[in-house]
């Protein structure tokens, strides 16, 4: 028996590998683009654009697996801090990012 296949059958189904919806918002009214960046995406500045509410506040829907997840918004070119995140800590450049766990 193939012990490598076997636990990769049998984790396809687990909580750890079950996307969730997770909805963002930031408020930034005055914000020309805002886009979500985080350690589920690579950082990766285009890959989670915002879109913008009449009320000014920005959002945007991903699917996040299971556990804590480093990310931040970018608003015009700029790291910004989540108030609303679970908490603070650094990324892998020492830079400050916000924390949410997906449960």
Same mark, same amino acid.
């Given at each position: 028996? *193939? %012990? %490598?296949? %076997?636990? !990769? $059958? &049998? *984790?396809?189904?687990s909580a750890r590998n079950m996307a969730k919806p997770? $909805?963002?918002?930031? !408020?930034?009214? $005055?914000?020309? +683009? #805002? !886009?979500l960046v985080g350690d589920f995406n690579g950082w990766n500045p285009v890959a989670n654009p915002m879109r913008r509410q009449a009320d000014g506040r920005w959002f945007i829907q991903v699917q996040l697996t299971h556990g804590h997840h480093r990310y931040c918004f970018l608003v015009d070119g700029k790291l910004t801090l989540d108030p609303?995140?679970?908490?603070? $800590?650094? *990324? &892998?450049? *020492?830079?400050? #990012? +916000?924390?949410?766990?997906? !449960?």
């Amino acid at each position: 028996m *193939n %012990t %490598t296949l %076997t636990n !990769s $059958t &049998d *984790n396809r189904y687990s909580a750890r590998n079950m996307a969730k919806p997770v $909805t963002f918002y930031c !408020s930034a009214p $005055t914000g020309k +683009s #805002v !886009s979500l960046v985080g350690d589920f995406n690579g950082w990766n500045p285009v890959a989670n654009p915002m879109r913008r509410q009449a009320d000014g506040r920005w959002f945007i829907q991903v699917q996040l697996t299971h556990g804590h997840h480093r990310y931040c918004f970018l608003v015009d070119g700029k790291l910004t801090l989540d108030p609303g995140g679970l908490g603070i $800590t650094r *990324n &892998d450049r *020492n830079e400050r #990012v +916000s924390l949410i766990e997906v !449960s």
